[in-house]
């Protein structure tokens, strides 16, 4: 493969991406909304039930808003992982992926820059949500900010990695949405993104061991350590072998004609 040809390919579906994300304005109001919610109304409940602090990885306290923030950045990046997969679901149903797939390049190359330009844009989201997060008493150290962006950038790559393989599954338009419900809510609640496993180990011990076979679990982990300076060697291998497996279930899976057969 031409190197020029790959990175023009490449600049394309990036721009491709960059202008649907800047047309879809609610697109990233609720990506900033949804997560602000979280951490503003449903962060006081869940410290008047846990306590005004919580342990972090540092084993210091901290506040129920900056525990959480990791966990909501993860939401971010989760919730445009699966909008990336509506966004395949329409455009094989309108055809446009099977003009892209008429490029010379490899088809696994197309597919992993279709699902790296959703990352790029997904840390966007993510990095405006943590900017608005420090007037909520978000306080992580401030060189964090900066060592977590590439454990973000694997959490990105995993999430996006999976909305591609969902949209291999997915026949039609019309069963998105009960697909979606199957995934991100399961994901998000079953793992520590909004509580610690040690609390989810004293509530019940089947939930703690389905939250820790859970990937999204050791995606927050990673992210959460990363943004305190440390790194979770476990968190990152898992992330990375998952990120890994989804990229060639999708692969192996994507027919751009799935849809026209149906």
Known sequence: MNLAAGWHCFKG??????????????RFLSA???????????????????????????????????????GLCCMILLFNGMQSSLSMVYDREMGSMRVLLMSPLPRPYLLMCKMVATALISLTQVYAFLAIAL??????????????????????????SLGLFLSTQIKQLENFAGVMNFV????????????????????????????????????????????????????????????????IMAVIGFNPQKSAKK
């Not at 084993?59 to 900056?66: A, S, V």
């Not at 008493?137 to 590439?150: A, E, I, K, R």
């Not at 994901?187 to 040690?198: D, N, V």
Request: proline share 6%.
């Open 135 to 160: 007037l909520v008493d978000v306080d992580p150290p401030l060189f964090g900010y900066l060592n977590v962006l590439p454990a973000l950038l694997v959490v990105a790559l995993l999430l996006s």
């Open 32 to 70: 900033l909304i949804r997560p602000l919610l979280w951490l503003i109304v449903f962060a006081a409940g869940f410290r008047a039930a846990l306590g005004i602090s919580i342990i972090d990885p540092y084993d210091t306290y901290i506040t129920y808003e900056t525990y959480i923030a990791p």
């Open 13 to 26: 579906i990036l721009s491709r991406e960059f202008l649907r994300f800047v047309q879809q304005r609610s």
């Open 184 to 247: 991100i809510f399961p994901m998000f609640f079953l793992s520590s993104a909004l509580y610690p496993l040690w609390k989810m180990q004293e509530a019940s011990e089947w939930l703690y061991w389905i939250c820790m076979f859970n990937p999204f679990t050791h995606a927050v982990e990673l992210v959460r350590y990363a943004l305190y300076l440390q790194l979770n060697e476990k968190a990152l291998l898992i992330t990375i072998a998952t990120t890994a497996f989804f990229t």
